[in-house]
Nanobody, 120 residues
Framework: VQLQASGGGLVQPGTSLKLSCTVS????????IGWIRQAPGKQREGVGC??????TYFEDGMKDRFTITRANANTISLHISGVKSEDTAVYYC????????????????WGQGTLVTVSS
């Protein structure tokens, strides 16, 4: 089982950004994928998730600027529009369980994160 987040880097405020989560060893037809981020000096927080049927859920405050899509058979994308300095964080993807509109990462199904730095 492997998940790899990619697409991070230095971005200017107000621009858009796409992160990708590429998985192997399991099928996106059977596992939901969530995005979680950790800003410097802060605890991890959920961003949102996409279920096997394409339904998306977002944490409070994340719905307006974040979109999650399935790009292909083994890739999930996270689109961020109008990036802000507070979006600076390491972004992780994980296979998750979804219940009641909330998602819970599965142990052992985390990927390496990708760092996003928003700065002019």
């Amino acid at each position: 089982v492997q998940l790899q987040a990619s697409g991070g880097g230095l971005v200017q405020p107000g621009t858009s950004l796409k992160l990708s989560c590429t998985v192997s060893g399991f099928s996106l037809d059977y596992y939901s994928i969530g995005w979680i981020r950790q800003a410097p000096g802060k605890q991890r927080e959920g961003v949102g998730c996409i279920t096997t049927d394409g339904t998306t859920y977002f944490e409070d405050g994340m719905k307006d600027r974040f979109t999650i899509t399935r790009a292909n058979a083994n890739t999930i994308s996270l689109h961020i529009s109008g990036v802000k300095s507070e979006d600076t964080a390491v972004y992780y993807c994980a296979a998750v369980d979804v219940a009641g509109g909330r998602f819970y990462p599965k142990a052992g199904y985390w990927g390496q994160g990708t760092l996003v730095t928003v700065s002019s």
